[in-house]
C-alpha cells in the first residue's frame, strides 16, 4: 500500500471516530493502527498526516455550514491567534495525538 493511500485511509478513519465518538479516539485509533496493520516506514508519521488531514476535512465541512470564520478568530483570540492560527493549532492537536499514539504503541523490535 502506498504512503498516500495509507494517510488517506487513516483520514478518513479519524474523520469518521471523531465525528462518531470525539477527539479522544484519535489516540487510540493510532495505536491500534500501529498495531493492527503490518509494520510500515515512518507509523507516527502516517498517523499525524493523516489525523491532521481527517481533521481539516471535518473543519472544511464545519465551515460549509455555518460561521467559522467568526467561530476561528474569538476561539483564536483566546490563544493570542489570529483565526487561521487556531484552525492551524486544531490540526497541530490531532497530529500530535495520533502521532505520539502511533510512537508508544509502536511495536518494539525483537532482539
Given amino acids: 500500500m502506498s504512503r498516500a493511500l495509507r494517510v ?3 483520514a478518513i478513519c479519524a474523520a469518521m471516530a471523531t ?3 470525539g477527539w479522544w479516539l484519535i489516540p487510540v485509533l493510532a495505536a491500534l493502527w500501529v498495531r493492527v ?3 510500515t516506514d515512518l507509523p507516527a508519521t502516517t498517523c499525524g498526516l ?9 473543519l472544511l465541512v ?11 478568530r474569538r476561539a483564536g483570540g483566546v490563544f493570542l491567534l489570529p483565526g487561521w492560527g487556531f484552525v492551524g493549532l486544531t490540526l497541530l492537536f490531532g497530529a500530535l495525538l495520533a502521532a505520539t499514539a502511533a510512537l508508544a504503541a509502536g511495536k518494539t523490535p525483537r532482539r
Fill in 62 to 72: 464545519d465551515a460549509a455550514q455555518g460561521p467559522a470564520g467568526t467561530v476561528a
Fill in 8 to 10: 488517506g485511509a487513516f
Fill in 50 to 58: 493523516g489525523a491532521a488531514s481527517g481533521w481539516a476535512v471535518l
Fill in 37 to 39: 496493520l503490518p509494520r
Fill in 19 to 21: 465525528s462518531l465518538a
